[in-house]
T-cell receptor, first 112, second 114 residues
């Protein structure tokens, strides 16, 4: 059974700092790994998707990496802004291709 | 682009009442999912469907039922509401053929059972 863990559970940084969010998964036989953003009381917004054959994906100030052999993914946020404050969730799609397993999320606060 | 639409956004139920959470997508996605999110926790899969007429249980199906009569709609039924079902419910969809495609989520239904 796939288990996904995110560390830290919460993070507070000053504006402008570069930061890394961590995601680990127990079953390396995944199809893809997806990062989501969730604002308080809102739904999930997809940020980046890394296919199993890829090492990283970039979108603006966000960069996500994937190391299947070690069961890890990281989300790098450059030059953080207060608007980046949200909960960030990672989710692994299993090798059967039909289900996502979510981590518990990292709650990020960027202080002005 | 409506995407995935969930109704209602909020609902308060009394113990033992029943209700249906509605989910509709207009992207012709074959896969649809229902998740629940408890405070401070990740999302847990309740039920999913790989196409019209096909449904399957996820991690936490007890107390829920689903049906999938059309590609567009995937309603979630609570028959006898219990306080343990207080949660935020999310519906999601994804395409069939490209298994590397991401998911699209609805904005959620916040349910309180009192």
């Amino acid at each position: 059974k796939q288990e996904v863990t995110q560390i830290p559970a919460a993070l507070s940084v000053p504006e402008g700092e570069n930061l890394v969010l961590n995601c680990s998964f127990t079953d390396s036989a995944i199809y893809n790994l997806q990062w989501f953003r969730q604002d308080p009381g809102k739904g999930l917004t997809s940020l980046l998707l890394i296919q199993s054959s890829q090492r990283e994906q970039t979108s603006g100030r966000l960069n996500a990496s994937l190391d299947k052999s070690s069961g890890r993914s990281t989300l790098y946020i450059a030059a953080s802004q207060p608007g980046d404050s949200a909960t960030y969730l990672c989710a692994a799609k299993g090798s059967s291709g039909d289900k996502l397993t979510f981590g518990t999320g990292t709650r990020l606060a960027v202080r002005p | 682009n409506a995407g995935v639409t969930q109704t209602p956004k909020f609902r308060i139920l009394k113990i033992g009442q029943s209700m249906t959470l509605q989910c509709t997508q207009d992207m012709n996605h074959n896969y649809m999912y229902w998740y629940r999110q408890d405070p401070g926790m990740g999302l847990k899969l309740i039920y999913y469907s790989v196409g019209a007429g096909i449904t399957d249980k996820g991690e936490v199906p007890n107390g829920y039922n689903v049906s999938r009569s059309t590609t567009e709609d995937f309603p979630l039924r609570l028959e006898l509401a219990a306080p343990s079902q207080t949660s935020v419910y999310f519906c999601a969809s994804s395409p069939l053929k490209d298994l590397n495609y991401g998911y699209t989520f609805g904005s959620g239904t916040r349910l309180t059972v009192v």
